[in-house]
């Protein structure tokens, strides 16, 4: 089988093309990205395709760039393929990002192929990652611990991107250049990338010398590794369907900084479904992304192992709480209320909290409250204005229905009220007297009796953007 039968093969086994696509290819110059233009060239027609070109310059080799931009231009003009060259700021991203040159050059390389995509109305990206480039990627993330979906490899298709080489290996691709040359095209080249040369990258390492050196001993090893990675592939996405339907279930809230997980049945859920849950939460949440592969596992020892109230401080800002039926993950910091004052009819915003308090005086019962988001008290045994505060180390009261003083901090202990939302709750006093638990419960000294004569009533009202969360 030749090359382009074997790109065949693969386009229509994965399904890369749709008919009438307009495709970009992100072009190099080097053999892999030159041997996936000339292959869809050769395609276009039996997959109606519309072609477009872009190359990339990462501003990392000056002195070779211009040389490789005129040769794709050259390349592409003779072939009528739309070309686009597009220039991006690795070292400047890394200084303000602090990733490695490598991370940083494939982040802004993709950033590129989805903004020239836009631009020109192309619906899929072309990539020319071969076979080795998936037996090398497999051996990376191997050598650095990676777990199974990143044994998986490189996937041939993600979204718009596709990558009709995958199965291809680089001697095949240099074979199928030099075939051309010699039959067709006797003019054609290509230019080597001399970072490729470079042994201080470990990709290059791995390619120069470990590949090297497992070759001479199996030479098929190319296809072993890549038939693992497909094996791992089909296996992956079986469990990604798994965790889809146990994700839906856990979810509480979810914001752009933070994700709740119901503890229950989170903390049932056997460990290797419970990694890639935990893994698929927190790359939904924009702010979470970056958490690494030890920290997932930190996560699972404090879901499995934890007490209420345990928490992990993690890299960037990141926050982890086992509450008593919640995990939250998030980068939000604890909000803490201000200090308000209340008079009778009246309320006031408790923006922290994302309610209103509203306090009114009846000269007789109307209903009775539940003490938490209602709760009444002798009008005559208070003293306004009411003062609104958070919590004070220290503070305690006379719990309605307790008989007896109580610290606070006990209180939201017994009440299970999450650690991190506990400076969020309005703290109703008379002069230094709490008097309310706003939310929770009211204070027995201040009660409504059979001789009170006025009685205060206090509201909650949540806000309607709360309402809608």
Same mark, same amino acid.
């Given at each position: 089988?030749?090359?382009?039968?074997?790109?065949?093969?693969?386009i229509?086994?994965?399904?890369?093309?749709?008919?009438?696509?307009?495709?970009?290819?992100?072009?190099?110059?080097?053999?892999?990205?030159?041997?996936?233009? =000339?292959?869809?060239?050769?395609?276009?027609?039996? @997959?109606?395709?519309?072609?477009?070109?872009?190359?990339?310059?990462?501003?990392?080799?000056?002195? *070779?760039?211009?040389?490789?931009?005129?040769?794709?231009?050259?390349?592409?003009?003779?072939?009528?393929?739309?070309?686009?060259?597009?220039?991006?700021?690795?070292?400047?991203?890394?200084?303000?990002?602090?990733?490695?040159?490598?991370?940083?050059?494939? *982040?802004?390389?993709?950033?590129v192929? *989805?903004?020239?995509?836009?631009? /020109?109305?192309?619906?899929?990206?072309?990539?020319?990652?071969?076979?080795?480039?998936?037996?090398?990627?497999?051996l990376?993330?191997?050598?650095?611990?990676s $777990?199974?979906?990143?044994?998986? $490899?490189?996937?041939?298709?993600?979204?718009?991107?596709?990558?009709?080489?995958?199965?291809?290996?680089?001697?095949?691709?240099?074979?199928f250049?030099?075939?051309?040359?010699?039959?067709?095209?006797?003019?054609?080249?290509y230019?080597? &990338?001399?970072?490729?040369?470079? %042994?201080? +990258?470990?990709?290059?390492?791995?390619?120069?010398?470990?590949?090297?050196?497992?070759?001479?001993?199996?030479?098929?090893?190319?296809?072993?590794i890549c038939?693992?990675?497909? =094996?791992?592939?089909e296996?992956?996405d079986?469990?990604?369907?798994? /965790?889809?339907?146990?994700?839906?279930?856990?979810?509480?809230?979810?914001?752009?900084s933070s994700?709740?997980?119901?503890?229950?049945p989170?903390?049932?859920?056997e460990k290797?479904?419970?990694?890639?849950?935990?893994?698929?939460?927190? #790359?939904?949440v924009?702010?979470l992304?970056?958490?690494?592969?030890?920290?997932?596992?930190?996560?699972?020892?404090?879901?499995?192992k934890?007490?209420?109230?345990?928490?992990?401080?993690?890299?960037? $800002?990141?926050? /982890?709480?086992?509450?008593?039926?919640?995990?939250? =993950?998030?980068?939000?910091?604890p909000?803490?209320?201000?200090?308000?004052?209340?008079?009778?009819s009246?309320?006031v915003?408790i923006r922290?909290?994302?309610?209103?308090?509203?306090?009114?005086?009846?000269?007789?019962?109307?209903?009775?409250?539940?003490?938490?988001? %209602?709760?009444?008290?002798?009008? &005559?045994?208070?003293?306004?204005?009411?003062?609104?505060?958070?919590? @004070?180390?220290? #503070?305690?009261?006379?719990?309605?229905?307790?008989?007896?003083r109580?610290?606070?901090q006990?209180? @939201?202990?017994?009440?299970?009220?999450?650690?991190?939302e506990?400076?969020?709750?309005?703290?109703?006093?008379s002069?230094?007297?709490?008097?309310?638990?706003?939310? +929770?419960?009211?204070? #027995?000294? @201040?009660?409504?009796?059979?001789?009170?004569e006025?009685?205060?009533?206090?509201?909650? =009202?949540?806000? &309607?953007?709360?309402?809608?969360?």
């Amino acid at each position: 089988m030749d090359l382009i039968q074997k790109v065949h093969k693969t386009i229509l086994g994965y399904s890369m093309l749709s008919g009438k696509d307009h495709v970009l290819i992100g072009l190099s110059g080097g053999p892999d990205s030159v041997c996936l233009a =000339i292959v869809m060239d050769r395609l276009k027609t039996e @997959f109606n395709l519309s072609l477009s070109a872009v190359y990339i310059d990462h501003g990392l080799r000056p002195d *070779e760039i211009k040389g490789e931009i005129d040769f794709c231009k050259r390349f592409c003009d003779d072939r009528q393929i739309d070309f686009y060259s597009r220039s991006v700021d690795v070292r400047t991203y890394v200084r303000d990002k602090g990733s490695n040159v490598q991370q940083a050059a494939r *982040e802004l390389r993709y950033r590129v192929y *989805e903004e020239m995509a836009n631009q /020109v109305g192309a619906s899929k990206i072309v990539l020319g990652h071969n076979a080795d480039d998936q037996a090398e990627t497999v051996l990376m993330r191997l050598l650095r611990g990676s $777990g199974r979906k990143g044994l998986s $490899g490189i996937p041939p298709v993600r979204s718009e991107i596709i990558r009709p080489l995958i199965d291809c290996s680089r001697k095949e691709i240099e074979d199928f250049i030099s075939d051309v040359r010699a039959i067709h095209e006797s003019s054609l080249n290509y230019v080597v &990338d001399s970072s490729n040369l470079k %042994e201080d +990258y470990f990709r290059n390492w791995i390619r120069l010398k470990f590949m090297d050196e497992i070759k001479t001993r199996n030479p098929s090893v190319i296809h072993d590794i890549c038939r693992t990675a497909d =094996i791992i592939r089909e296996e992956d996405d079986y469990l990604e369907i798994v /965790v889809t339907k146990t994700l839906m279930r856990l979810i509480s809230r979810k914001s752009d900084s933070s994700i709740e997980l119901f503890l229950v049945p989170l903390g049932t859920i056997e460990k290797p479904v419970l990694r890639r849950v935990l893994r698929r939460a927190i #790359d939904a949440v924009k702010g979470l992304r970056g958490i690494d592969f030890v920290h997932v596992e930190d996560i699972m020892k404090l879901i499995k192992k934890g007490r209420s109230g345990d928490r992990l401080d993690l890299p960037k $800002g990141i926050r /982890v709480i086992k509450d008593y039926s919640l995990l939250k =993950i998030s980068t939000e910091e604890p909000a803490r209320i201000g200090e308000y004052e209340l008079q009778p009819s009246s309320e006031v915003q408790i923006r922290e909290a994302g309610i209103r308090l509203k306090a009114v005086v009846d000269a007789e019962l109307q209903q009775e409250t539940d003490g938490k988001t %209602e709760a009444l008290f002798d009008a &005559d045994a208070v003293r306004f204005p009411l003062k609104i505060r958070p919590r @004070f180390e220290g #503070d305690f009261f006379y719990p309605s229905g307790f008989g007896k003083r109580k610290k606070l901090q006990d209180f @939201f202990v017994d009440e299970k009220v999450p650690r991190d939302e506990r400076d969020r709750v309005p703290i109703v006093l008379s002069e230094n007297d709490i008097i309310w638990i706003a939310g +929770y419960r009211a204070d #027995d000294r @201040f009660k409504v009796t059979g001789k009170t004569e006025n009685i205060l009533r206090l509201i909650i =009202i949540e806000n &309607d953007n709360k309402k809608s969360n």
